[in-house]
């Protein structure tokens, strides 16, 4: 999958564990994952990766929302997510559906949907409420790209891919990059160097864990290894320390 650096599909889940939240049936349009505080005035937005609602990235949403915050995680692909053969194709059919899938994963596909589910959030929260954001691989480019990204108060990124330093040049905002040892370190180099500039540098945060694959955070967390578990908790533990400069 171009938009991953490894060919590995998404891990096991944890099935002992009881998820917080619950299912809404529409918010800006789709099926979203809610957890958290209902009244809450600060709100994060989860943005998945290519293996779609997974319960991991919900159990990281769980985390964060012991914290007094509300947490959205929408269905961006609708229940369509990318199989082992899309990631690493051997056929001309499997090679054919991963484009497809591709296409249906291009950013601005996406922006307009993201608009709906602010829109929704603003209804719901009312229009002074803080909303951040933060995404997985795929899903992290689509916000640092989202027009109207000055909505998000901060965003963070989990294992970003798809990185362009022209990108940097458009945020305006504090970032949070959270990379493993799968992302290219020159591309990330790049994309930092570029946002060096930003007023809002200062109050962002890099940091890259060695000893992590691409996606440790999101579906591909197998959450029974202990090393991975530990640095799973790690990631949403400085996830919740970033978004907490919202309250």
Known sequence: MPCCPTKSGAAPTN???????????????????????RSSKVVLIGFMDVF??????????????????????????????????MIDPKTIE??????????????????????????????????DVKIGAYGFCWGAKVLITYPNKE???????????????????????PVCFLCSKDEDPEEVDAWKK???NSPYFSESYFETFGKMHHGWMAARANLSDPENRKYFDLGYQIFLKFFKELF
């Not at 779609?52 to 007094?68: F, M, P, T, V, Y």
């Not at 108060?153 to 798809?162: D, E, M, T």
């Open 94 to 127: 499997q090679k054919e559906a991963r484009s497809k899938f591709m296409e249906k994963i291009s950013s601005p596909l996406h922006w307009p949907k993201l608009t709906k589910v602010i829109e929704d959030i603003e209804r719901i929260h009312g229009q």
């Open 15 to 37: 099935r002992n564990y009881e998820l917080q939240g619950e299912m809404l049936k529409d918010i800006g349009g789709m099926q979203t994952y809610f957890t958290g505080k």
């Open 151 to 173: 909505r998000f108060l901060r965003i963070g990124c989990a294992h970003p891919s798809l990185l362009d330093p022209v990108d940097a040049k458009h945020v305006h905002c």
């Open 194 to 196: 570029s946002f060096e």
């Open 52 to 85: 779609g609602l997974s319960k991991q990235i919900k159990e990281g949403a769980d985390q964060l929302a012991n914290h007094e915050l509300a947490i959205y995680l929408p269905d961006f692909l609708n229940g369509e997510t990318a199989s082992i053969e």
